[in-house]
Structures are given as C-alpha cells and as structure tokens.
C-alpha cells in the first residue's frame, strides 16, 4: 500500500532508512547522526524558506549510501542511486525526487545549486560541531591510529584520505 499523505510518506522514508542502517551496523553515521540532522534541517528550512517535508526527507535520505563500500568522498553518489528507485515509489512528483535526490548527491560537496542542498550539508554539518562532533570524528575512524605522535595537529595540508582519527576531526573544523 502506497502512503499518501506527507506524514505517511516521512513515516515510510525513516523506516526505510533506519533499517538500512541498523542492517549495516552503521555508527558513525548511522541512526543517531540522521536523527540529528533531521532535527537540524527542519530549523534550518523554517528559518530560510524551504519546504520542510523535502527537507525532511532529503535529512533523512542523506547517507544512506554509507551502507555500501566505497570511497567517503563518493558516499553523496552512492546514496542518490540507493534512494532513486525507491522514492520512485513514492507518491511525489518528479520535481519533489529530483530536489531530493539532487541535494543527497551532492551534500558532500563544496556545491550551492539549491537552498535544500545548502541547509542539508549545513545540518549534516552541525552535527560534526562540539562534543558530539568530536565523538563522531573518531568513531567513523577507528580503524586508524588517532594521530601522529610526532605532528599531532599537523597535517600538512588537507589529507584525505585520513590518515589519523584526527585528520577526520581537523576536516570537519575546515568547513
């Protein structure tokens, strides 16, 4: 049975995409690091103009493709072709799909093409900012040594792919 109102359809993308990432086992990223930015983007669109229900699911859809192995730079690429054919199920029009999968493609982008695009990467952002932030940097790395004892806080330029836990954290504080 196919949603048919807003609610249903929000209710139907974040069961989707929690079970993706619970599958997964996904940290970092997963079902917390969503939840945040959900609750980011729907002040973000309030406060710029921006359709909150596409901003929702944009937020909700956005790293879904973490799931998958690959590259962290192409992780925007990779969640894009995971949500195209399932939101075309979805009872919205064209131009509602293409907004979304427009803005999850490129989040992890220096791009500004769009509003939902900018206040998705923005969101995304602001949960990589204080405490939490902190944790999360490391999480998503911890497969590698925290940092280099003999440079701590040099990088030497940006290094990606990270090296150190703490190539991720100095990343993040460059946006």
């Not at 427009?102 to 952002?125: E, K």
């Amino acid at each position: 049975m196919m949603p048919t109102d807003k609610q249903a359809v929000v209710a139907a993308v974040e069961s989707w995409v929690r079970h993706r990432l619970e599958a997964a086992g996904e940290t970092a990223h997963g079902w917390l690091h969503v939840r945040q930015v959900r609750r980011h983007i729907l002040i973000l669109a309030r406060a710029e103009g921006v359709d909150p229900f596409l901003a929702e699911l944009a937020a909700l859809l956005h790293d879904v493709g973490r799931t998958q192995p690959g590259p962290e730079s192409e992780h925007g690429a990779r969640s894009e072709a995971l949500i195209a054919p399932f939101l075309a199920e979805l009872p919205l029009t064209e131009e509602e799909r293409e907004a979304i999968r427009f803005a999850v493609r490129w989040h992890n982008s220096g791009r500004s093409d769009t509003q939902l695009l900018c206040i998705l990467r923005d969101a995304d952002m602001l949960d990589g900012l204080g405490a939490t932030g902190i944790m999360r940097a490391f999480m998503s790395r911890s497969h590698l040594p925290p940092y280099d004892p003999e440079a701590p806080f040099e990088t030497g330029g940006e290094r990606w792919p990270a090296l150190y836990c703490s190539d991720q954290f100095l990343g993040q504080m460059a946006w």
